[in-house]
C-alpha cells in the first residue's frame, strides 16, 4: 500500500470513530426513561423476595438509584458490593438504591442469604424486565441501572456494570 492508501484508511477509521462516539452519546441521552415508564416504575405492586408489599409513594421525592439485575448475572453480583457502599455513603443526602431481581423469588432470597446487601431488594419478574424495557433498556439486558431525581426524572441510565467513580458522578449530578 501506498503511503495516500493509509492516509485514506486512517481517515476512513477516525471519521468512523467520531460518528461512533456522537451516536453513542446521542443514544444516551434519548434512551432515558420517559415520564410513562417512571410512572410505571411507581405504580408497579413491588414485593420483597419474602412476599411483602412495597410502598413506593416512601421512594417518591428521594433521588434513586434503580438497578435491574439477577443473580445469574455476573457482572449483576460483582457491582452490588459497590452499590452497597455508595448506599451507604448517600444515603444521608436523599438517596435510595433500589434493587429490582429480574429473577424468581427462591432464587434472590437464596442469594440473599449469601450476599447481604443494605438497600431494598424487590422482585421483579416479567413485569420487571418490561419496566427496564420501557426505561430505556431496549436489550433487555442485565444489569442496567437509572437514575432518578428527586423531582421524578430519570438522568442517566448505564446498561452493563457501573463503576464506582461513575456512579458517584451520576448520583452528584442528580443531586
Same mark, same amino acid.
Given at each position: 500500500?501506498?503511503?495516500?492508501?493509509?492516509?485514506?484508511?486512517?481517515?476512513?477509521?477516525? $471519521?468512523?470513530?467520531?460518528? +461512533?462516539?456522537?451516536?453513542?452519546?446521542?443514544?444516551?441521552?434519548?434512551?432515558?426513561?420517559?415520564?410513562?415508564?417512571?410512572?410505571?416504575?411507581?405504580?408497579?405492586?413491588?414485593?420483597?423476595?419474602?412476599?411483602?408489599?412495597?410502598?413506593?409513594?416512601?421512594?417518591?421525592?428521594? $433521588?434513586? $438509584?434503580?438497578?435491574?439485575?439477577?443473580?445469574?448475572? %455476573? %457482572?449483576?453480583?460483582?457491582?452490588? %458490593?459497590?452499590?452497597?457502599?455508595?448506599?451507604?455513603?448517600?444515603?444521608?443526602?436523599? $438517596?435510595?438504591?433500589? +434493587?429490582?431481581?429480574?429473577?424468581?423469588?427462591?432464587?434472590?432470597?437464596?442469594?440473599?442469604?449469601?450476599?447481604?446487601?443494605?438497600? %431494598?431488594?424487590?422482585?421483579?419478574?416479567?413485569?420487571?424486565?418490561?419496566?427496564?424495557?420501557?426505561?430505556?433498556?431496549?436489550?433487555?439486558?442485565?444489569?442496567?441501572?437509572?437514575?432518578?431525581?428527586?423531582? +421524578?426524572?430519570?438522568?442517566?441510565?448505564?446498561?452493563?456494570?457501573?463503576?464506582?467513580?461513575?456512579?458517584?458522578?451520576?448520583?452528584?449530578?442528580?443531586?
Amino acid at each position: 500500500m501506498n503511503r495516500r492508501q493509509w492516509i485514506g484508511i486512517i481517515g476512513f477509521n477516525l $471519521v468512523a470513530l467520531a460518528a +461512533g462516539m456522537a451516536t453513542s452519546k446521542w443514544i444516551f441521552k434519548t434512551e432515558l426513561a420517559d415520564d410513562p415508564a417512571i410512572k410505571a416504575f411507581f405504580a408497579n405492586s413491588w414485593q420483597t423476595p419474602d412476599g411483602k408489599s412495597v410502598e413506593t409513594k416512601e421512594w417518591r421525592g428521594k $433521588v434513586l $438509584v434503580v438497578n435491574f439485575w439477577a443473580s445469574w448475572c %455476573p %457482572p449483576c453480583v460483582e457491582e452490588m %458490593p459497590t452499590l452497597d457502599k455508595l448506599q451507604a455513603e448517600f444515603k444521608s443526602q436523599n $438517596v435510595l438504591f433500589v +434493587g429490582i431481581g429480574i429473577d424468581s423469588p427462591s432464587n434472590i432470597r437464596e442469594f440473599l442469604e449469601k450476599t447481604q446487601v443494605s438497600y %431494598p431488594i424487590v422482585i421483579g419478574g416479567l413485569e420487571g424486565s418490561n419496566i427496564s424495557k420501557q426505561m430505556g433498556n431496549a436489550q433487555g439486558a442485565l444489569p442496567y441501572t437509572v437514575i432518578i431525581n428527586a423531582q +421524578g426524572k430519570a438522568t442517566s441510565s448505564k446498561l452493563g456494570k457501573i463503576s464506582e467513580e461513575e456512579l458517584r458522578s451520576v448520583i452528584k449530578s442528580a443531586l
